[in-house]
């Protein structure tokens, strides 16, 4: 049996100052960062580069002193 | 009158397969069944220890059925608190048996003073994916998690 972890990938995304962990399932991402390197959370319509493409920020999911995750959709460009 | 309580707890030994010698009680074994909407340890974890935590992937198989490869994947709220399975000895992950996984979890040592772990904790979840080697092959996802506490 093959046993693979991974923990989580870590890249940097535009207008935060430390790396953010990201997954992504399809054309839509989920990431978490830490909350206290945001001076505000991304706003819903937000257009954001992430992994050298334009990502829209659908909305926040949780958020607490810490943490703040949220969900991005890939923009198709054409 | 006397009464006898006997209490059976299964643990897990390494069968050969790894290079531990641990033994893992029930209450950090966590177990996925094909239906079912949570899979978590009922053992809390605390963000300085480093424990080990047996996946048990027995309902998912059918008879004679093995997986082939299982990945572990952290979710991106658990990896940003700083919440780690580890890779590298004697912490890396091993077969226990053709369908059970060892686990060592942790809290990286720079996030071990959040106040996510104060009171309730956090649940840090993580993305189970295991393919048979059925012909032709099925592949399992489930989500784990362990809850992290200060105790």
Redesign the interface.
Known sequence: ????????T?LPIEGVATE????VRGDTA?????ARQLIAAPRPGKIIEMMDAPWEVLKTT?R????L?FTCRRLVSG | MTTTILIATGIYASSGGGSSDVTTPSSRTITFTPSGSSFAASQQLDPTDVLDFVLNLSPLLENDEQFNAVSIVVLPAAVALGFTILTTAPYEPEEVDDSHIRIWATVDEASRSLSAWSGQGTICSFEVTGVTDSNPSRTWQRTGSIRVAQK
Not at chain 1, 20 to 23: G, K, L
Not at chain 1, 64 to 67: G, N, P, Q
């Open positions: 049996m093959i046993i693979q972890i991974e923990n989580g870590k953010a962990s990201i997954s989920t990431v978490a960062v830490d949780s607490t002193r810490e943490l995750t």
